[in-house]
């Protein structure tokens, strides 16, 4: 069973940067693609951005060109590098890991909070 810990979040300013880690055991990254989502306050939870074993990256159009996702299989850490933040960025952000070969993603992380002040 993979466990994940995110980090790295808190109160940012708009227009500033954060870089959140997520920290995987119980498993390697091998075959495992994750993601990142996220879940604003009085809104459902949304995609953010993902990285799959072949180093595919995928965003939500809302990030893109301001948001990276990457990974470091020998740390077994995911990051994701925000950039150019705005307000509407406010949520909690949380990791999550799934099978190449199954759909849904089977483990989450606890979530870290980011707050983007105007």
């Known amino acids: 069973q993979v466990q994940l810990v995110e980090s790295g979040g808190g109160l940012v300013q708009a227009g500033g940067s954060l870089r959140l880690s997520c920290a995987a055991s119980?498993?390697?990254?091998?075959?495992?693609?994750t993601g990142w989502f996220r879940q604003a306050p009085g809104k459902e939870r949304e995609f953010v951005a993902s990285?799959?074993?072949?180093?595919?990256?995928s965003y939500a159009d809302s990030v893109k060109g301001r948001f990276t996702i990457s990974r470091d299989n020998a740390k077994n850490t995911v990051y994701l590098q925000m950039n150019s933040l705005k307000p509407d960025d406010t949520a909690v952000y949380y990791c999550?890991?799934?099978?190449?070969?199954?759909?849904?993603?089977?483990?989450w992380g606890q979530g870290t909070q980011v707050p983007v002040s105007s």
């Open positions: 999550a890991e799934r099978q190449e070969r199954r759909p849904g993603y089977d483990y």
């Open positions: 119980g498993r390697t990254f091998s075959r495992y693609a």
């Open positions: 990285i799959r074993w072949s180093e595919i990256t």
